[in-house]
C-alpha cells in the first residue's frame, strides 16, 4: 500500500497532462453543441422552442440574438437594436413571426411607436427583414418643437383628452408619410424614427386607423445562413466554452479513478497503471488527432474567406461597410434559390437575371453579373448606393453574392417586368390607360427625386431609362440598376466623372460636350424627359423606321405640332386625359432643355407634373443649336447641330 501512495502523484500529473493536451480538442467539440434543442417554453399564448429561447433557459438553447423576455408569465418581448418589440405569433413552419411595437401594448396615450428593427447576421443564422407583402410601406414619426397646422403631419398621441395645464408641452409627436417630399420637411421635425405599417400610404388617415393598422402588426422573416460568423464570443462565452469541456471529460476520469477497480496488491496495481496508461494515451492520441483536424479545419475555413473573392476592390469594399441592409449570400445559396438557374427572366450586358425563391417563400430576382467592368466597380456602386435606402418607387436590394468571379445581386421579384414590355411591345402598349402612365412618371419622378435629396449622400443614377423601371402587381413603378450610379456629397452642385456614361438615347448631352454646362443631378432630369417622351409616344424617341421622315425624331416632331397649335394624336381618350398627356409633354421638354442651368430640378417637376397645366410655360425648343465654341470645339466647324445629330453623335461616343 505505501508503494501505491506513493503512485499517487503520478496518476495526478498524468491525468492533468492528458487534460493539458485534450483541452483543445474538447473545446472544440463543445462547439458543435453550443446550439441545442431543448424543447419548448409558453409564454401566454406563444410558444417558444428553438431557435427562439426565453432569457431564463440555458445559453446553449437558442442563438444570443434571438433571445426573449416573458413579462409577467404571458407578455412576449423581442428586444431588437433600436427598440423593443411583443411577440405575437411565431409560424416556425414558414420562418415568420408576428410583431407589434412594445409600446401598443401600453394604455400610456403619450407612449408613441419608435421602434426599429435591423438586420443583423449570427453563427449560422440570419434574422433579415421584414415580409414583403401588398400594401406594406413605411412611415416617420417625427418629434416637432411647435405644433404643425398641416394636414400632412397627422397628431401621434392617442390621448382624447388635452391636458388644461397652462404650460405649453416641449415636444409635438406626429406621424409622416414616407412619401412625403424632402421639401414638406419642417426643420423642427426631426424624425425619430421609420415604422413599417401595413397600408401604401398614410395620407388621408386619422390617428385612430393609423393605431388600429399598427396593432395588426408585421411579419417578420428568418433565414438560415452558412456565410461567415459575425458573433463574437464574450469573455463569458469562452468561460462556458471551457467548462462545457472539462467537465465532460472531468466526469469520465473521475469516475474511472474514483469507481475503479481496489489496488489489492503490487502486480493489480502495475496492471491498472499499465491499462490507465494505455487508456490515457489512447485518448490524448484520438482527441489530439480530432484537435489537429479542427485545427486545420479552421485554418482553410480562414483562408477561403481569404480568398473568397478575387476582386480585392470589392472585399475592401464590403469591409469598410458597417451598415448594409442587404444580406450576403453563398454561391451554393444563390443557386438553391434559382433551383440551379431554371427559370430565366432576361438577359443583357450585364449579365442574365433569374427568378429565385427565398426560403421564406418570398420571390425574388437574382442578377448574375457578367464580366465585372472597372474592377468590380459596378457591383460597388450598386450595393453602395442602394444597400441601405427604401423607398417605395427604388428596387429593394434584398442581397447580394461575391464568390471570386461570381457576382449576384438579389432583388424583389416584380411581376409586371420592366417598363419597356409595356410601352415597346405592340401587343402590350395598350395594356396601361393614360391615368395610369401618368401615375408611373410621377413614382419615377418620386424615387429619383428621393435618390437626390432624401439620403445622406445624393446618389446620381446616370441610367435612367424605360428598361430600368420595374413594375410590381399594382404596377408601382421601382428605379433600378444602379450599376452607373455615383455617391457624392449633397454638397456638390457640379460633380466629376472621368468618362461619359449613359445609354444611348438618354444620356445628358454635358456627360459628352464639356463646354454646355458641369455635370450635376440635372443629367437625371434629362434622361426622366427623355423616359417621359417615350411613355407619351409608347415608341424609342429615335425610330428610323417611321411612317413619315418628320417622326423620325419623336421630340422635335410632337413639339412642332404643338408649336403650330395642332393636337396630339393620342386617338379617343378624355379631356382629362389629353390634360395630363399635355403636361407630361410639357414638363418632358423642360427636362430636354440643352443647357443643365435650362432643366429645374426632380424636386420642380414633382410641382410641375402636380400642378395646372395651364400654368406651365412651353419652354424653348431643345436642341436648336449648341452654343458656338462647343460645336467648334467638338466637329471643327461652326454649324448649329440639330437634335437628331448631337442625340445620334453622344450615342456613337457612348458605344465607342
Avoid at 499 to 516: D, F, M
Avoid at 630 to 653: F, K, R, V, W
Amino acid at each position: 500500500m505505501p508503494k501505491s501512495k506513493a503512485k499517487l502523484p503520478l496518476f495526478g500529473f498524468m491525468v492533468a497532462f492528458a487534460l493539458f493536451l485534450i483541452l483543445f480538442p474538447a473545446a472544440c467539440l463543445a462547439t458543435r453543441h453550443r446550439h441545442e434543442d431543448c424543447g419548448f417554453a409558453f409564454c401566454g399564448n406563444v410558444n417558444i422552442s428553438y431557435p427562439f429561447r426565453l432569457k431564463t433557459q440555458p445559453r446553449h438553447c437558442g442563438y444570443h440574438k434571438l433571445e426573449l423576455e416573458c413579462e409577467n408569465n404571458n407578455r412576449t418581448t423581442l428586444v431588437a437594436k433600436n427598440g423593443k418589440f411583443s411577440v405575437q405569433e411565431i409560424f416556425y413552419e414558414n420562418y415568420t413571426m408576428r410583431v407589434i411595437d412594445a409600446s401598443l401594448d401600453r394604455d400610456d396615450c403619450n407612449s408613441f411607436p419608435l421602434s426599429s428593427l435591423v438586420s443583423y447576421v449570427g453563427c449560422d443564422f440570419l434574422f433579415y427583414d421584414f415580409v414583403s407583402s401588398p400594401g406594406i410601406s413605411f412611415m416617420y414619426v417625427v418629434n416637432c418643437t411647435k405644433p404643425m397646422k398641416s394636414s400632412i403631419y397627422v397628431e401621434a398621441s392617442r390621448c382624447t383628452n388635452k391636458s388644461n395645464s397652462s404650460s405649453s408641452p416641449s415636444s409635438y409627436f406626429y406621424f409622416l408619410d414616407i412619401n412625403t417630399p424632402p421639401s414638406d420637411f419642417d426643420q423642427s421635425c426631426p424624425v425619430e424614427a421609420q415604422i413599417p405599417i401595413t397600408v401604401n400610404s398614410i395620407s388621408g388617415m386619422s390617428t385612430l386607423e393609423i393605431y388600429k393598422n399598427l396593432s395588426k402588426g408585421i411579419l417578420l422573416s428568418w433565414e438560415y445562413y452558412n456565410g461567415t460568423c459575425s458573433y463574437k464570443a464574450s469573455l463569458q462565452d469562452v468561460l462556458d466554452l471551457v467548462r462545457y469541456g472539462l467537465t465532460i471529460y472531468l466526469q469520465s476520469f473521475l469516475n474511472f479513478f474514483l469507481h475503479g477497480p481496489k489496488i489489492t496488491s503490487d502486480l493489480t496495481y502495475k496492471r491498472t497503471y499499465i491499462l490507465c496508461l494505455g487508456a490515457t494515451g489512447g485518448v490524448i492520441l484520438l482527441r489530439t488527432l480530432i484537435g489537429v483536424l479542427c485545427l486545420l479545419a479552421l485554418v482553410m475555413y480562414k483562408w477561403r474567406k481569404r480568398h473568397l473573392s478575387a476582386d480585392d476592390a470589392i472585399e475592401e469594399f464590403l469591409k469598410g461597410q458597417t451598415n448594409l441592409a442587404p444580406i450576403r449570400y453563398s454561391f451554393k445559396e444563390i443557386k438553391k434559390m434559382t433551383k440551379n438557374f431554371k427559370d430565366k427572366l432576361g438577359e443583357g450586358g450585364y449579365g442574365s437575371v433569374f427568378k429565385g425563391k427565398l426560403r421564406s417563400g418570398h420571390h425574388v430576382a437574382i442578377k448574375l453579373l457578367g464580366k465585372s467592368k472597372g474592377n468590380g466597380q459596378d457591383f460597388i456602386n450598386e450595393v453602395a448606393s442602394i444597400g441601405r435606402i427604401h423607398h417605395v418607387n427604388v428596387a429593394k436590394l434584398i442581397g447580394f453574392c461575391v464568390e471570386g468571379s461570381k457576382q449576384a445581386l438579389v432583388y424583389d421579384f416584380m411581376v409586371n417586368g420592366s417598363l419597356d414590355k409595356i410601352i415597346f411591345s405592340e401587343e402590350n402598349k395598350n395594356t396601361l390607360g393614360w391615368k395610369k402612365m401618368f401615375d408611373i412618371a410621377l413614382g419615377v419622378a418620386r424615387g429619383i427625386d428621393y435618390l437626390h435629396q432624401g439620403c445622406d449622400m445624393q446618389i446620381l443614377h446616370f441610367d435612367i431609362k424605360p428598361h430600368n423601371i420595374l413594375l410590381d402587381e399594382n404596377f408601382n413603378p421601382k428605379v433600378s440598376d444602379f450599376g452607373l450610379a455615383k455617391l457624392y456629397s449633397v454638397e456638390d452642385s457640379i460633380v466629376s466623372l472621368t468618362a461619359a456614361r449613359g445609354t444611348i438615347g438618354y444620356i445628358a448631352p454635358e456627360l459628352v460636350y464639356k463646354n454646355i454646362g458641369g455635370i450635376s443631378y440635372k443629367a437625371d432630369v434629362y434622361s426622366f424627359g427623355m423616359l417621359l417622351m417615350e411613355m407619351i409616344g409608347r415608341r424609342r424617341n429615335l425610330n428610323a423606321f417611321a411612317d413619315h421622315s418628320s417622326q423620325i425624331y419623336f421630340p422635335s416632331w410632337i413639339y412642332d405640332r404643338l408649336d403650330r397649335g395642332e393636337d396630339i394624336e393620342l386617338g379617343d381618350i378624355s379631356d382629362g386625359e389629353k390634360i395630363m398627356v399635355r403636361k407630361m409633354v410639357v414638363v418632358a421638354f423642360w427636362c430636354i432643355q440643352l443647357m443643365p442651368a435650362d432643366r429645374p430640378s426632380m424636386s420642380k417637376v414633382l410641382k410641375m407634373l402636380e400642378t395646372d397645366v395651364e400654368l406651365l410655360e412651353m419652354p424653348p425648343k431643345p436642341f436648336y443649336q449648341l452654343p458656338l465654341e462647343t460645336s467648334s470645339e467638338i466637329h471643327g466647324c461652326e454649324n448649329p447641330i440639330d437634335e437628331p445629330t448631337l442625340s445620334m453623335h453622344a450615342d456613337y461616343i457612348e458605344e465607342a
